[in-house]
T-cell receptor, first 110, second 111 residues
Framework: GEDVEQSLFLSVREGDSSVINCTYT??????LYWYKQEPGAGLQLLTY???NMDMKQDQRLTVLLNKKDKHLSLRIADTQTGDSAIYFC??????????WGAGTKLIIKP | NAGVTQTPKFRVLKTGQSMTLLCAQD?????MYWYRQDPGMGLRLIHY???????AKGEVPDGYNVSRLKKQNFLLGLESAAPSQTSVYFC??????????FGPGTRLTVT
């Protein structure tokens, strides 16, 4: 079946950039997503990118998509303590189903 | 708008007991979903609905039932709870895809 993989942890210093990586297997994916989950909360959609795009930027967030390598990344500029969370990558398999990565826990060091 | 709400937030069940989790959305979304989240794993789709009166199985439907009698509500039932169903359950809704909006989750422990 289709699969989405992410590293489980990323540690960065406050003020640095964070880059969270994700690989996926379904080359026919139309949308790829980044969700954020803060402790004890539900998932919040951060951004998504359509498969015909290479890059999408939204304030401190930059999403890069390399379709050839099936690689998606999320860059957070000037990382703050409020960015501490688990970040999930997901690909859209159908109208109704997303395939989810296991999540990357972003740890911010002062 | 409250968005997506879930009731209850926490629950402890004994093996064999039954319960129903309620999800409500006020965004007039057609599609609704139930997921479970387990440590070190992504979300797994249990059941989903593409409209009032319809339901369909997702990736891990065994041991669960659902109903969508009203467009704004999606119920998840556990008829005979098992320890393997200890998890955090999330409801989501969308109209149309691609975006899904999530509720705050229900933490269920089965002893």
């Amino acid at each position: 079946g289709e699969d989405v993989e992410q590293s489980l942890f990323l540690s960065v210093r406050e003020g640095d950039s964070s880059v969270i990586n994700c690989t996926y297997t379904d080359s026919s994916s139309t949308y790829l997503y980044w969700y954020k989950q803060e402790p004890g909360a539900g998932l919040q959609l951060l951004t998504y990118i359509f498969s015909n795009m290479d890059m999408k930027q939204d304030q401190r967030l930059t999403v890069l998509l390399n379709k050839k390598d099936k690689h998606l990344s999320l860059r957070i500029a000037d990382t703050q303590t409020g960015d501490s969370a688990i970040y999930f990558c997901a690909e859209r398999e159908s109208n109704y189903q997303l395939i989810w990565g296991a999540g990357t826990k972003l740890i911010i060091k002062p | 708008n409250a968005g997506v709400t879930q009731t209850p937030k926490f629950r402890v069940l004994k093996t064999g007991q039954s319960m129903t989790l309620l999800c409500a959305q006020d965004m007039n979304h057609e599609y609704m979903y139930w997921y479970r989240q387990d440590p070190g794993m992504g979300l797994r789709l249990i059941h989903y609905s593409v409209g009032e009166g319809t339901t369909a199985k997702g990736e891990v439907p065994d041991g669960y039932n659902v109903s969508r009698l009203k467009k704004q509500n999606f119920l998840l039932g556990l008829e005979s709870a098992a320890p393997s169903q200890t998890s955090v359950y999330f409801c989501a809704s969308s109209y149309p895809p691609p975006e899904q909006y999530f509720g705050p989750g229900t933490r269920l422990t089965v002893t």
